[in-house]
């Protein structure tokens, strides 16, 4: 017994996606696939910008911040799960399931911050762009990546100290990693007033960080609808375009997921969301800013002939 964390149990058992043994090779396979290039694009993104001078502008380091936090949300989740497809029991102390969910945490947030803040940067962009470059200033952009990795972290010590609160009374987590909602689903105690707290803290992450990037989105094509010419219209809206997908992508599964009661969707659905925005949006955001960026692209090329 920890007497520290007053849990009944000291480890928890992490029922995977399936425990259909047919199926362990298959999907090992294919989320090993899908981790490789989650690995390769935003690795590979994150450095183009940085060794590309025409992309060194805020945009863009936005963007390679993106990068990154997807990098390391998709590592604290899918290595573990590989490894659970072909262990034969999947064993995770309670230190390390409380810390998998901490780090977890602190980079899912920090995604919602992010993207509002390029929201941000395409509004001042598009809807005042004789002074963005004076609003967008170094010092700025510095700043306000600083304050979305902060509340990250601020987020992430809130949620996960109240899950150190609770007691556990069973050990298996029927689901393929330690998340608020299954863990809750073990403890023996009461669990109301931390469903609820964790609902609002959810609640505001999600409703907020989301209706600020409606809001911009809304004067962003305010703006765009009074620009003369088709040409300037449709360059305006491709800058664009791939930030919406990507917002549109990880709000939905996220709000699916979270901004509801614990009882409203069955196991496999709350696994089809969690796999959605863990593994496939971070593996799909660089494909969309480099495939639908025609600035990236250009950079891309010019970096590989000089290479090759």
Same mark, same amino acid.
């Given at each position: ?76 989740? =899918? ?6 497809? *072909? +262990?034969?029991?999947?064993? !995770?102390? @309670?230190?390390?399931?409380? %810390? $998998? ?14 993207? =509002? ?6 509004? *001042? +962009?598009?809807?005042?762009? !004789?002074? @963005?470059?004076?609003?967008? %200033? $170094? ?170």
């Amino acid at each position: 017994m920890a007497v520290g964390n007053q849990s009944m149990v000291t480890e928890f058992i992490l029922g995977g996606l399936t425990n259909r043994p047919e199926l362990q090779l298959p999907l090992f396979l294919l989320f090993l696939g899908i981790y490789l290039v989650t690995m390769i694009g935003n690795v590979g993104l994150f450095v183009l910008i940085c060794l590309s001078p025409q992309l060194h502008s805020p945009m863009y380091f936005f963007l390679s911040n993106l990068s990154l936090v997807d990098l390391c949300y998709s590592s604290v989740i =899918t290595p573990k799960m590989l490894v659970n497809f *072909v +262990a034969e029991q999947n064993l !995770l102390s @309670y230190a390390s399931c409380l %810390s $998998q969910l901490y780090f977890f945490l602190v980079f899912v947030i920090a995604e919602c911050y992010m993207l =509002t803040v390029m929201a941000y940067d395409r509004y *001042v +962009a598009i809807c005042s762009p !004789l002074l @963005y470059s004076a609003i967008m %200033s $170094q010092s700025l952009c510095a700043l306000l990546v600083a304050l979305v990795y902060a509340m990250g972290i601020i987020g992430a010590t809130i949620e996960t100290g109240l899950m150190l609160q609770l007691s556990y009374c069973e050990q298996l987590i029927r689901h393929y990693f330690c998340d608020i909602l299954p863990l809750m689903k073990l403890s023996c105690s009461s669990t109301y007033d931390i469903e609820l707290t964790v609902f609002l803290l959810a609640g505001f992450n999600i409703i907020v960080t989301g209706a600020t990037v409606l809001v911009s989105y809304a004067f962003i094509v305010s703006s765009i609808l009074r620009i003369s010419t088709t040409a300037g219209r449709a360059k305006a809206f491709s800058t664009c375009s791939s930030h919406l997908a990507a917002v549109g992508m990880f709000y939905g599964s996220t709000a699916f997921m979270y901004l509801k009661p614990s009882t409203a969707t069955s196991l496999a659905q709350e696994n089809m969301a969690s796999i959605f925005y863990t593994t496939v949006i971070p593996m799909l955001n660089p494909l969309i800013y480099s495939l639908r960026n025609k600035e990236v692209k250009d950079a891309m090329h010019k970096m590989l002939r000089k290479k090759f």
